[in-house]
């Protein structure tokens, strides 16, 4: 088996770069969104403006966040050798920024009635992380 395989002969695992940029501002207390102005191309930002806009009720306005991390997200994952399928583990920190946006459009989607898209994020998010799917579900 050559390293770009895994065990079922798929595609290799992505692993983003780290920025802990918007990570540590975050975890220092900096507002979501001052960190996405910082750093628009995080998706943990947009997944954590998601978060908080979905914990205050305001499901349209989280689902918007979501897409957004999510889109930043698969850029991301495009430039780091991706291919549209395949591991993107949660284990690899950098990695959840995109999970958790993931994770967000589907909740939001599901909120507002998007029933395909719940389905289909749900299923991406299970795909790509069984971990992440347990851990944010």
Request: proline share 8%.
């Amino acid at each position: 088996m050559s390293i770009h395989e895994n065990l079922l002969g798929g595609p290799p695992p992505t692993h983003l770069p780290d920025e802990p940029g918007p990570r540590e501002l975050l975890a220092g207390g900096t507002p979501a969104a001052e960190v996405a102005a910082q750093y628009p191309t995080s998706s943990l930002a947009w997944a954590q403006l998601a978060d908080d806009a979905f914990e205050r009720g305001s499901v349209v306005e989280s689902y918007a966040y979501a897409r957004t991390g999510y889109h930043r997200g698969l850029d991301a994952l495009r430039r780091n050798g991706w291919k549209g399928h395949g591991p993107v583990p949660w284990e690899h920190e950098p990695n959840r920024g995109f999970l958790r946006a993931l994770n967000a459009l589907a909740r939001a989607a599901g909120a507002i009635g998007e029933k395909e898209e719940h389905e289909r994020c749900t299923t991406f998010l299970r795909d790509s992380s069984q971990t992440a799917a347990e851990t944010l579900g």
